[in-house]
């Protein structure tokens, strides 16, 4: 009998290592990674298009609902379609990072966004990352990692990742101390763990043994699970 294909949901915040690692996981079980973020993003580079205001909730989520934003799996990672054009590279530049943190924030955005990952990931198979997918979009997943890190080890990862256009180290760390507060604090699905997600610390682990540690939790759960 064939196995069931589940939900692995892997939240966190900025700089965690979540891309990395849900493209990994998804390689090594066969399943389709679904990168939330990218979403985000490809709504944020609407509205920059668009001259929306980043702050109107009302404006944002009415862009979103006459917005086609398609993720298209590639073995390099996710192919990001807006209305039908391709948006993966000019998404990942920094005003449009900086941008999406705003626009994510909305809950009429929010709202629309969760519906939407939850037809994509509607027959499982997927290995979805981004911040509130354990607690909001699939809190039924039958695998939640929640992956964090010290913000100072972030900051290092996201300069070393960035370092053409960062500035200094210490504005990456302070940017992304900025983004938690707005992801902990906001009041439609803020970050936090899922109850029954179980955490992991990459602050002092190098990618294998994260890749090592989120392997075993995978099979463990999949074999209690009965899948």
């Known amino acids: 009998m064939a196995r069931r294909r589940v939900v692995i949901a892997i939240d966190g915040p900025a700089g965690s290592g979540k891309s990395t690692l849900a493209a990994l996981l998804a390689r090594k079980f066969g399943y389709t990674n679904i990168e939330t973020g990218a979403m985000y993003r490809a709504l944020a580079l609407k509205a920059i298009e668009n001259g929306s205001s980043l702050d109107d909730a009302a404006t944002l989520g009415a862009l979103a609902h006459e917005s086609h934003i398609e993720l298209e799996p590639h073995a390099e990672g996710n192919r990001v379609l807006l209305d039908g054009r391709d948006v993966t590279r000019r ?27 939850q037809e994509i990931g509607a027959a499982g198979g997927i290995v979805m990352e981004g911040r509130d997918i354990g607690t909001k979009v699939f809190p ?15 900051g290092s990862r996201r300069f070393l990742q960035n370092a053409a256009v960062a500035s200094q180290p210490a504005s990456v760390v302070a940017e992304l101390r900025a983004r938690d507060e707005r992801d902990r604090t906001r009041a439609n699905s803020p970050l936090v763990p899922a109850q029954d997600a179980v955490l992991v610390d990459s602050t002092n682990l190098t990618l294998e043994q994260v890749m090592e540690q989120a392997v075993q939790i995978v099979e463990q759960k999949l074999a209690k699970a009965g899948t």
Do not use: C, G, N, Y
């Not at 039958?142 to 080890?153: M, N, T």
């Open 91 to 117: 998404i990942r530049q920094q005003d449009i990072t900086d941008a999406a943190s705003r626009v994510s924030i909305h809950p009429p955005v929010r709202e629309w966004m969760v519906r939407k990952q």
């Open 140 to 154: 039924d997943a039958e695998v939640k990692i929640f992956l964090d890190a010290a913000p100072e080890v972030r």
